[in-house]
Nanobody, 118 residues
Framework: QVQLVESGGDLVQPGGSLRLSCVAS?????????MGWYRQAPGKQRELVAG???????NYADSVKGRFTISRDNSKNTAYLQMNSLKPEDTAVYYC???????????WGKGTLVTVSS
């Protein structure tokens, strides 16, 4: 089992920055997990923000390209989402996702709220 805990969500003004963190724990070697970030705005479906696809290539939603950066620190069992030039439309609950491809498992955190407003 893998547990994921997100942090870093906050109220920020348009144009501001935030860094979200996702710490993984449990009986797994963190480097074996494929990490991703999703978000869900009020009244909308959950959507992929950034994730690592087959071969290690990073995929970003068109709406965040050039503004958001996903990264990881395997020594800290942590994934990050650096968000710059935030816009009101980035307001959502952001969820961390981990896939353990070897066993076909999919794990989710409980989410962290990002609100972009003046």
């Amino acid at each position: 089992q893998v547990q994921l805990v997100e942090s870093g969500g906050d109220l920020v003004q348009p144009g501001g920055s935030l860094r979200l963190s996702c710490v993984a724990s449990g009986t797994v070697i963190f480097s074996r997990l494929t990490m991703g970030w999703y978000r869900q705005a009020p009244g909308k479906q959950r959507e992929l923000v950034a994730g690592i696809v087959d071969g290690g290539r990073i995929n970003y939603a068109d709406s965040v390209k050039g503004r958001f950066t996903i990264s990881r620190d395997n020594s800290k069992n942590t994934a990050y989402l650096q968000m710059n030039s935030l816009k009101p439309e980035d307001t959502a609950v952001y969820y961390c996702n981990a896939k353990w491809l070897m066993i076909g498992a999919d794990y989710w955190g409980k989410g962290t709220l990002v609100t972009v407003s003046s």
